[in-house]
Nanobody, 126 residues
Framework: QVQLRESGGGSVQTGGSLRLSCAAS????????WGWFRQAPGKEREAVAV????????QYVDSVKGRFTISQDNAKNTVYLQMNSLKPSDTAMYYC???????????????????WGQGTQVTVSS
């Protein structure tokens, strides 16, 4: 069973930076994407960025392109999200998500990901 544990959330001012980490245990499936979703109060959970475990392919939602960078350390089984130039609109609970079975749909479809972390809060003040 895959377990995901996020860390690194916090409160920053507009323009600040944060780095989120997600450490996985029991995650052996490599032909898969994993990464980050977020959910703001009253809004749907949305995909933010994912990375392909067996390579370097990445996907980002348009609103974070050029500001966020996803990366991974396979030796540590950890995925990171470097968030720069943060905006109040980035305020949300950020969740780590991992694909653990074959799936042929969109990268940002929630149903692709069957394992989720508990979330870490990111708050950006103006």
């Amino acid at each position: 069973q895959v377990q995901l544990r996020e860390s690194g959330g916090g409160s920053v001012q507009t323009g600040g930076s944060l780095r989120l980490s997600c450490a996985a245990s029991g995650y052996r499936y490599t032909d898969a994407f994993w990464g980050w979703f977020r959910q703001a109060p009253g809004k749907e959970r949305e995909a933010v960025a994912v990375i392909y475990r067996a390579g370097t392919g990445t996907q980002y939602v348009d609103s974070v392109k050029g500001r966020f960078t996803i990366s991974q350390d396979n030796a540590k089984n950890t995925v990171y999200l470097q968030m720069n130039s943060l905006k109040p609109s980035d305020t949300a609970m950020y969740y780590c998500a991992a694909q653990t079975r074959a799936f042929s749909g969109r990268w940002d479809f929630r149903g692709r990901y069957s394992s989720w972390g508990q979330g870490t809060q990111v708050t950006v003040s103006s």
